[in-house]
Structure formats: C-alpha cells, structure tokens
C-alpha cells in the first residue's frame, strides 16, 4: 500500500527563500493553465455572438496533463511571464502546477455532466498569492532520508534539516522494506513540512474482537459513545480544546486589533509589532489544531484495533455548521474527520465500516422494543419510551441502535429501517424530516467563463439524485 511519512523542517533563510519559490513557481504555472484554457472559450463566446458558425469558431484547447506540459514548454523562454526566472526552480514546481489545473478542470467537467458526487464544482479561477496555500510536489529527481536521520534530500533543494528523527523511516528504507515515490512540501500552521510517500507492504492485522460491532454516535457533550453487539457501553469524552484556549485566544486577539493592522484599500502594510502579535495568535490556534488531530488519531485507532465493525452515521455536519449555536463546538469535535479516519483506518485492517443512512432515526428509536418517538428535541438527553418503558440516556439508545444495524444491513434491502426486522409504528415525521429546498440561485446562468458548455457534453443539469445504497459495506 502507499502511505506517507510527516516530517516538520527547520530550513535555514536561503532554502526557506528557495521553498517559498517553487511554490510561487507552481502557482504562476497553475494560474498560466487556466488563463490558457479560459481563453479559447471566451474567444469561442465573442465569435459566436459576431454570427460564426460552429464550425469557424476557434478549437477548443485541451486541458490535459500532457498538453499542458507540451504548450508550457513551448512557450516558457519566450514569454515575458516566466522567461526571466524559470530557470531558478524545478521542473517538477511547474509540473505540480499544470498537474492541478488539470485536475480542476476535470472535475469542473464530471460535476457539469453530473458524473461527480457531491457540490457543484465551478469554473478553475486563478489562485491569489496572499491566497493560495504554499505547497510543491517532486515526482522525479534526488528525493532520499540522508543516513544521519536529521536531513532529507529534494531536487534543486538540497539537503533540508528535519525537526524530527527519520530514522525509523531509514530503516525500513535499508531493509528494503519501502520504496520513496514522492515527497511534498507544505506551509501549514505556521512551519513547513514534507510528506514523504512510499510504497511498503502492510500485513493485516487482526483486531481484539473480530465477531463484535459497535455503533458509535458522535455528540458534543460526550465526542463518541460507543455501544457493541455485547451490551457494553463506553462514553469517550470531549476534550473541547478550543474551549479552553478561548481566553488566551480573546487576549491575543484584542492584542492584534489594536495593532496596525494590514488595509487593502488603502493599501496599508502591517506593521511590526501587529506581525508579531499575529504570529502569537497564530501559535494558539496551531497546538489546538494539533491537539485535536492527535486526540482523534488517538480515538479512532484504539476503536479500530478492538472491533470487526463499526456503525457510524452519515451526518449532515455542514448543515450542523450554519446552526450559530452549535458550529464552534461542532468544529471542534471533528465530526466529519471522525469518519474519515475510521473508513480508511478500518480499510487497512479488512473490517467493515457501515455508514447509516442520513435519516435513520437513531436517537428516536427505542433500542428494547423497537417503537418510533414522534418528536425528540436537541434539549432532551433522556429518551422514554411509552411503549416499554424504556428509560436512558439519548446517545447510548442511539449508539445501541447503530450497533444493531450491524446485523441488520446483511439481510435487508441496505436502507436503514428497511431491514428484515419487526415493522414498528412509525408516527409521521419521526423518521424523516422535511428539507426545505432553496432554488438553485444559478439556473439560466453560464455555467462557465463566458457561458461556453463543454464539447461533446450532454446537455442536462445535475440534479441531485437519491443514494441507492445508504450502507457501504468494506
């Protein structure tokens, strides 16, 4: 399998100088691919409109990968854009560039012909430098862990100190264990990293408890409580790291608005004292943004060491974002990265990861005999049921409830509450509630620079279309 190694580094002034330009580099060439491919469609519109035929109007100029390399090429020493100074960078800066405007454009073009899931994908714009997000990847050329675990080698770079060990990297490397295919270089969070992927073989390895599943239904309160096909039921909770930083993060905040402060309209720099200020604040924000990655790692692989199948839901955190009461503590629990984690982590250990339906009444359903509440509200943490009786907590009966799914989503027809189970009343509304659809503000607008559509593409909306299978079964 390919996974990657994480390494922060401590480059010195002139290779930090050397890092912040091939990252430039790759934007200007991202930035010249979409100029490029824009332009043909923009020219295609003005013709169109003087009365040209389709067949006298200008080609339309390809976008993929090795066009793009083949047009770049061709024009790099000519063109005043990159004549001067391409030459100081690698290749593969440029390649990284032109990789991802193909990219861009191939998605534009399945989320236009509706053969893309999810949001509507728009037109590729150019990235701003105040923007866009540093990173450069290298494909070809030195790329090694150097035999004193404290530096890794890049193309035109050189040797670059790690601020952390590689050598348990390097051992794997001399043993013939993994094979160096790429490495990437980010700006995130304050410092630069490499990501280094390699290709090594991963043994399967089997969990504590194969038979056994767990539905796990994520919370604010509590992050996970986790209910198995065994009875026991475990509450994980919140460690709620932003909570605690908001008055550190308050202070410094107040710190940098008295400061000057950068203006674009007026076209004000910042000034020295309002950089540092931000930089602090700025520290605050990291080692929450890493004490929460490390507490979900932390979670999700104790979970998927123990059980053979998990049952989470496919909840709608985006629509839990716009609620102005719950989006900061929704953001940082980590719900959607949550199950990310568990989807490719149980992957590595062939389990099966069940994602239940969006409205699948967990929380409604009583997990003892199966009847439907017609209304629960967010503010009742008890769940009673007038049919058994049944008195407990609200997220234990709905992780109860995602673990008998587990055994369920084998027979039925894999739609969460169509399983081969006893039919239980079902008040209306309780098991679906009633979306309200806004109208598409976009429609009758060109859904590209200059209102151009795709060649040889059919000509029909993507309209949203219904899940076949709510459970996906690894």
């Known amino acids: 399998m390919v996974q990657a190694y994480k390494f922060a580094l401590d480059p010195n002034v002139g290779q930090e100088r050397a890092l912040r330009s091939h990252c430039g580099a790759s ?13 043909s469609w923009w020219q295609r519109r003005a013709e169109a409109s003087y009365g040209i035929g389709a067949d006298g109007l200008t080609p339309w100029r390809p976008w993929s990968l ?4 083949k047009e770049f090429n061709r024009i790099k020493n000519s063109d005043a854009r990159f004549s001067g100074w391409w030459e100081e960078n690698s290749k593969e800066a440029y390649s990284t560039g032109l990789a991802n405007a193909a990219a861009a454009f191939d998605n534009y073009a399945k989320s236009k012909q509706g053969k893309r899931k999810g949001p509507r994908m728009g037109v590729p714009r150019r990235k701003q430098k105040r923007k866009a997000r540093l990173s450069c990847r290298f494909t070809t050329g030195t790329i090694r862990a150097e035999p004193d675990g404290r530096h890794v080698t890049l193309p035109r770079l050189g040797a670059i100190r790690v601020h952390e060990s590689t050598r348990k990297l390097l051992a794997r490397i001399q043993a013939g264990r993994v094979r160096i295919l790429s490495a990437t270089v980010r700006h995130e ?23 056994v599943a767990v539905g796990i239904d994520l919370g604010v309160k509590h992050l996970a409580v986790l209910a198995d096909s065994a009875g026991e039921i475990r509450y994980e909770s919140n460690p709620k790291h932003l909570d605690g930083a908001l008055k550190l993060l308050r202070f410094h905040s107040r710190r940098v608005s008295r400061r000057q402060g950068p203006d674009r309209r007026t076209g004000q720099k910042p000034s ?12 605050i924000h990291h080692r929450v943004a890493n004490l929460r990655t490390d507490a979900l790692h932390k979670l999700t692989t104790k979970i998927r060491a123990e059980y053979g199948t998990v049952v989470i839901e496919d909840l709608n955190v985006a629509g839990m974002l716009r609620n102005k009461r719950l989006a900061r503590r929704v953001a940082d629990a980590g719900f959607g990265e949550i199950r990310r984690q568990l989807t490719y982590k149980g992957q590595r250990n062939a389990c099966r990861t069940i994602v239940a339906d969006r409205w699948y009444p967990s929380s409604k359903t009583c997990s003892a005999c199966g009847a439907v509440t017609a209304k629960l509200p967010l503010h009742v943490r008890v769940f009673a049921c007038d049919a058994c009786g049944l008195v407990m907590d609200r997220d234990g009966n709905a992780a109860r409830n995602l673990a008998a799914l587990a055994a369920a989503c084998t027979t039925g027809t894999g739609v969460a509450g169509d399983q081969d189970t006893p039919r239980v009343s079902k008040p209306r509304g309780a098991d679906r509630k009633t979306r309200r659809q806004r109208p598409d503000q976009n429609r009758g607008r060109g859904g590209r620079a200059g209102g151009a559509t795709l060649p040889h593409q059919r000509q029909e909306e993507a309209r949203d279309r219904r899940q076949a299978e709510a459970l996906t079964l690894w």
């Open 66 to 69: 090795p066009s793009l390399r």
């Open 27 to 39: 934007r200007a060439a991202y930035n010249w691919a979409v100029s490029w491919v824009t332009a």
């Open 189 to 211: 969070r304050g410092r630069w990293f490499v990501s280094l992927q390699v290709e090594a073989p991963r043994e399967i390895t089997r969990v504590v408890r194969p038979d």
């Open 272 to 283: 020295q004292r309002w950089e540092k200020a931000n930089r602090e604040r700025n520290r």
